[in-house]
T-cell receptor
């Protein structure tokens, strides 16, 4: 059974640029959630997708957007990058729409200069 | 609104000593509670979870946690610390309805002294 994978591992961008982060869910999982973890902080919920539809959103501006594909893989897109967007971005997959255990990927470390 | 408070951003214990990491939650309905561990430059690994069954939950690597509704607590313990337990630990709560997002605490960094 393949776990949650994310790509790339690290990324460096400059302010104002756009970035796309990718996530492959654990086999059989149809729900994916994205979190932002700033240095020294706990992860903050960005949004969740269930069967290709957004299923809830945290307190993040619209320049944070996402997609979930038919194979349940997912993308996180961030436009007009700001310095404060520098963080570890974590993807988590789970089975179903209920309060199931979320399984996390290793994360993508984004640095905005 | 739900929230999680982890008391002590840094905890140091001697190898072989008891580990106690504190987590208090606020929730208007019975929540699901989780403890995750994060090693440097890695994602989160589930240690254990409470889902309204037994109040004493056993997890991996010898960790356990007890759900105490009267104290709104879900503290994590391990009888004997090992050097490999040094990591950051996060407590998280999720609702039992609506969008099942996790709300995390700010984390506790555990240091194990030889």
């Amino acid at each position: 059974e393949t776990g949650v994978t994310q790509s790339p591992t690290h990324l460096i961008k400059t302010r104002g640029q756009q970035v796309t982060l990718r996530c492959s869910s654990q086999s059989g999982h149809n729900t994916v959630s994205w979190y932002q973890q700033a240095l020294g902080q706990g992860p903050q919920f960005i949004f969740q997708y269930y069967r290709e539809e957004e299923n809830g959103r945290g307190n993040f501006p619209p320049r944070f957007s996402g997609l979930q594909f038919p194979n349940y893989s997912s993308e996180l897109n961030v436009n007009a990058l700001e310095l404060d967007d520098s963080a570890l971005y974590l993807c988590a997959s789970s089975l179903g729409q209920g309060p199931d255990t979320q399984y996390f990927g290793p994360g993508t470390r984004l640095t905005v200069l | 609104a739900q929230s999680v408070t982890q008391l002590g951003s840094h905890v140091s214990v001697s190898e072989g000593a008891l580990v106690l990491l504190r987590c208090n939650y606020s929730s208007s309905v019975p929540p699901y509670l989780f403890w995750y561990v994060q090693y440097p430059n890695q994602g989160l690994q589930l240690l254990l979870k409470y889902t309204s069954a037994a109040t004493l939950v056993k997890g991996i690597n010898g960790f356990e946690a007890e759900f105490k509704k009267s104290e709104t607590s879900f503290h994590l313990t391990k009888p004997s610390a090992h050097m490999s337990d040094a990591a950051e630990y996060f407590c998280a709560v999720t609702s039992t309805s609506g969008t099942y997002k996790y709300i995390f605490g700010t984390g506790t960094r555990l240091k194990v002294l030889a």
